[in-house]
């Protein structure tokens, strides 16, 4: 899922800052956080947030046919062949973009991600999303969604690093997989029956069918 939420334009009344880069640094200020906020929204994957100036990886406009003729004539300054392409398009706002990874089951319900990330933390998300354009008339979790997918940007073609699983079980089995590691590291070289008991030990320690713990916590990223 990909956001895109226009910010408002101009000054934030009595500190000097453009609306954008007061968002931008409410979100740089989640750095100082032993967890970003994002870790309390179930079923989270991975996401991110940056806002977006303008689009500066355009390419100039052609395909016309003063555009084609120009390009085989190497004695046409650049600056006349400029002139004849169509205008750079730019944007008119900022944009605050949210993009997230997330497990929404096979329907792939994003009302109901919506809904969680908002029950789980709606005062970060008046804070930052409160200075774009629209957030005005959103009071609860139902006009959040809606305020979200009028924002939201087809994708179709959108990369899922996940098997789509739950959340759970996918931290349950990063936990296995560093676990597992560590056993493999420690108990080189012993003999069958020290190192078969040392892994019956080891199954009962990490309780591979129980998804509640030990596990990873959300946003863990090592051990």
Same mark, same amino acid.
């Given at each position: 899922?990909?956001?895109?939420? +226009? ?10 800052? *453009?609306?954008?880069? #007061? ?10 956080? @032993? ?9 989270? &994957?991975? %996401? ?14 052609? !395909? ?14 650049? *600056? ?6 169509? /205008? ?6 900022? =944009? ?9 089951? @096979? ?10 990330? $908002? ?9 930052? $999303?409160? =200075? %774009? &354009? ?12 809606? &305020?979200? #997918?009028? %924002?939201?940007? +087809? ?16 931290? /349950?089995?990063? =936990?296995? #997989?560093?676990?597992? *590691?560590?056993? *493999? ?6 003999? !069958? ?14 309780? @591979? ?6 596990? $990873?916590? +959300?946003?863990? =990223?090592?051990?």
């Amino acid at each position: 899922m990909t956001i895109l939420s +226009p910010i408002k334009n101009g000054i934030v009344t009595g500190e000097e800052i *453009a609306y954008a880069d #007061k968002v931008r640094d409410l979100l740089q200020s989640w750095n100082l956080l @032993p967890n970003s906020p994002m870790t309390q929204v179930p079923q989270t &994957y991975l %996401c991110r947030y940056f806002v977006l100036d303008d689009v500066y990886t355009e390419s100039l406009p052609g !395909a016309s046919v003063l555009d084609t003729f120009a390009d085989l004539l190497p004695v046409v300054p650049d *600056a006349v062949r400029r002139r004849i392409l169509p /205008k750079e398009d730019h944007l008119k706002s900022r =944009y605050l973009v949210f993009s997230s990874n997330f497990h929404g089951g @096979p329907a792939g319900d994003v009302d109901g991600y919506l809904r969680g990330m $908002w029950n789980a933390i709606s005062g970060q998300i008046k804070q930052v $999303w409160g =200075y %774009c &354009y629209g957030f005005d008339q959103v009071n609860d979790a139902a006009s959040f969604v809606g &305020y979200m #997918k009028k %924002c939201q940007l +087809p994708a179709t073609l959108f990369f899922v690093g996940a098997n789509d699983e739950p959340l759970p079980e996918q931290l /349950k089995a990063l =936990y296995l #997989k560093q676990e597992f *590691a560590r056993f *493999a590291v420690e108990n080189q070289g012993l003999e !069958a029956a020290v190192l078969r008991a040392n892994y019956h030990a080891f199954i009962t320690r990490v309780a @591979p069918t129980n998804l509640s713990g030990p596990t $990873w916590e +959300p946003g863990q =990223y090592r051990l």
